[in-house]
């Protein structure tokens, strides 16, 4: 299956492997499209997961955030592959680090354990995304 090719370089997991792992995502974040198609039906204790590459950290609008991701995305971070896997292995920690506040929260608990299923997860996302800035 082709990807599309981003600024920070394309996606260079396996998009099936990820759809399978976002099995254990969806119980906090669902992929709708902005016309209201289900992607994939998911909860919304998270924010909605579709367009995620190339937008700003905290970027969904009506979306409930934590503090330190919008701090982040207004410092600049807009989501890559890069940034994705580190965010999502250990969330807290990568806030801490990309804001250089040492209370930086995230409102995510979840951690994603092997680096293989980010990189997964990030091909999955990518695949039903549109092209950042389309």
């Known amino acids: 299956a082709a990807f599309p090719a981003f ?3 394309h996606a260079s997991g396996d998009a099936a492997a990820g759809e399978k792992t976002f099995n254990q995502c969806k119980a906090c974040h669902m992929i709708e499209d902005a016309d209201g198609n ?3 039906k998911g909860g919304k204790t998270g924010p909605n997961l579709w367009g995620l590459p190339g937008r700003a950290a905290g970027g969904v609008d009506g979306f409930k955030y934590k503090k330190s ?3 982040a995305g207004e410092g600049g971070l807009a ?3 890069a940034s994705f896997v580190a965010y999502v292995q250990d969330p807290t920690a990568y806030l801490k680090e ?3 506040d040492s209370k930086a929260r995230s409102g995510m608990s979840f951690k994603v354990r092997k ?3 980010a990189v997964n997860l990030w091909a999955y996302i990518a ?5 950042p800035g389309s």
């Open 7 to 9: 600024a920070g370089g």
């Open 38 to 40: 289900m992607i994939l």
């Open 69 to 71: 991701i919008v701090e």
């Open 79 to 81: 989501w890559d592959e």
């Open 98 to 100: 990309v804001t250089g």
């Open 115 to 117: 680096e293989e299923d």
């Open 127 to 131: 695949s039903v995304s549109p092209e």
